[in-house]
């Protein structure tokens, strides 16, 4: 689901990026079309990679590579690999996150997206889930494999969100390079400009 998750991302991206260039074509009076910068998450896999089997990839001189790596293992073994790796494509794994809103007040739908929306606009890095199970809204940050990861942002973000606690639940898979989680780029977007009045 999480790799789907990131395609539907991708393709929403572009889809967004090819109506923005055309966007100058349709320009309405009072209207501006200017880049902005959007953040996406890095991949969390090598795309390359996708449909490979890793022994296909390991070097060999009938290649021409200048290593020969051989593997010696029965069928058996193999089948049974491919076999939980099929069956397991999106299989969820425990792990911690912070939560930095949890309610059930009249106005927590509107509270929560604020929330959510406040969150990934300083923490574009950090990604944020907003839930709902009845009758709590919850708005949950991070994915991290350990307590003491999950510690690390807790103290970071406690002046932020002074009633913020570690949850343990299902996560998504961490992202493999933590130096470059989100990856920049730039869109054009249809912005109004402001009308002067005059009095």
């Known amino acids: 689901m999480n790799g789907m ?21 349709f320009s309405v009076e009072g209207e501006v079309v200017k880049d902005s910068v959007i953040y996406r998450p890095s ?26 790596v051989k593997i010696h293992q029965s069928e058996g073994i193999a089948s049974l690999m491919a076999a939980h790796f099929e069956g397991n494509p999106l299989r969820a794994i425990q792990g911690y996150r912070v939560r930095i809103f949890f309610d059930n007040r009249q106005t927590a739908r509107v509270e929560s997206d604020a929330t959510l929306n406040r969150f990934t ?8 889930y907003r839930s709902y199970a009845n009758p709590y809204f919850k708005v949950t940050v ?13 103290v970071r973000i406690r002046d932020e969100y002074p009633s913020a606690f570690i949850v343990k639940e299902n996560i998504n898979f961490p992202v493999v390079d933590k130096s470059r989680p989100v990856v920049a780029d730039t869109v054009k977007v249809i912005v109004a400009e402001p009308v002067e009045t005059v009095l």
């Open 121 to 128: 606009s300083l923490h574009y890095d950090i990604p944020a």
């Open 5 to 25: 998750r990131l395609t539907l991302t991708s393709l929403a991206l572009l889809l967004l990026s090819s109506l923005c260039l055309r966007a100058q074509d």
């Open 43 to 68: 991949a969390l896999l090598d795309s390359l990679l996708v449909g490979h089997d890793i022994f296909s990839e390991l070097p060999s001189v009938a290649k021409g590579d200048g290593a020969d």
């Open 142 to 154: 991070g994915d991290f494999r350990t307590k003491s990861e999950a510690m690390q942002l807790l």
